[in-house]
């Protein structure tokens, strides 16, 4: 019988990760040598098996719910049928304060690292990681926990992770190894500012407002500047006019972006083809309107 095209499902809780491993041998027996094996994890305000807040009902979802605007499903759009590419959708307990949520995603860093080193196990492949806001400080987690090459690529949207701890994972042999493309856009300035300042006191800086430093297997997308924009259009990803001049959702909502993902993680279209420019300054979308101008960075050190 042909087993349903949903995602692996994942649960990290109190006593640890959750995980049809049986399925997921099965699913890794049947799957063409080339084809991705993709992690995807929410961020804050998700949690398995809270109505209406539950991810695998939701964004991790091939049908999600209707009625929340936030709720397009990333496995549908990302082409993760379980024939051509699977997809594993890792929920974790992120409904509660943003404090804890923020414990609770470094806590939920060893779960990313076992389902890596799963997959590795049952079928020699890596993984690669999509994750959104504090599903982002869960995936870095991850680094310090893996050999080098279990996880291939991680794309993260409006992350909630700080320059220094990103900077510690990618200096480990995972983190040295890793393609990561941070994908950031000033519609998410002021959860940057709530994350740095709610969290830590103002002390350290979100990778929201780029790397800070020059890797060579990392690259910041800044998704809102009119030339990165002109230069995705001309790679064939054309990006609409994101939902809102605030917007936390935007790196996935916004028209063009999941296409986006896809080609990355299909291998179609290259990290080193994407656009380098620098971001504008803090709060432009705001104070220069929609489109704004790219007035160089301004940005603090980490």
């Known amino acids: 019988m042909t087993d349903d095209p949903r995602p692996i499902r994942a649960d990290m809780g109190p006593r640890g990760l959750t995980l049809d491993r049986e399925r ?6 049947a799957l063409p040598a080339s084809a991705p094996v993709v992690v995807m994890i929410h961020g804050w305000r998700y949690a398995p098996g809270f109505a209406g807040d539950c991810p695998h009902g939701s964004i991790l979802s091939l049908d999600p719910q209707p009625g929340d605007r936030r709720a397009v499903s990333w496995p549908r759009h990302l082409g993760l049928d379980g024939c051509s590419a699977l997809g594993i959708a890792l929920g974790w307990r992120a409904k509660c304060d943003p404090w804890r949520a923020h414990l609770r995603a470094g806590w939920t860093g060893p779960a990313l690292a076992e389902i890596a080193r799963t997959v590795h196990d049952l079928s020699g492949r890596p993984i690669q990681v999509i994750a959104h806001s504090m599903g982002a400080r869960v995936a870095l987690a991850a680094l310090p926990l893996v050999p080098a090459g279990h996880i291939h690529r991680m794309i993260l949207l409006a992350a909630a992770e700080t320059r220094r701890v990103a900077l510690s994972a990618l200096d480990t042999p995972a983190g040295r190894s890793v393609e990561v493309i941070n994908v950031t856009t000033r519609e998410n300035d002021l959860f940057d500012a709530c994350f740095e300042w709610g969290i830590h006191l103002g002390l350290r800086t979100s990778i929201g407002q780029g790397l800070g430093r020059s890797r060579p297997n990392w690259h910041d997308l800044w998704i809102d500047q009119p030339r990165t924009l002109q230069a995705l ?4 990803h054309v990006l609409s006019d994101p939902p809102r001049r605030i917007c936390h959702w935007s790196p996935y909502l916004r028209p063009g972006t999941i296409a986006l993902y896809r080609a990355l993680i299909e291998g179609r ?8 420019h620098r971001p504008g300054r803090r709060w432009s979308r705001l104070i220069l309107g929609a489109r704004g101008m790219d007035l160089g960075s301004g940005l603090p050190a980490a």
């Open 24 to 29: 997921l041998a099965r699913k890794l027996a």
């Open 269 to 276: 279209l290259s990290a080193g083809d994407l656009p380098l």
């Open 233 to 236: 259009a001309g790679l064939g």
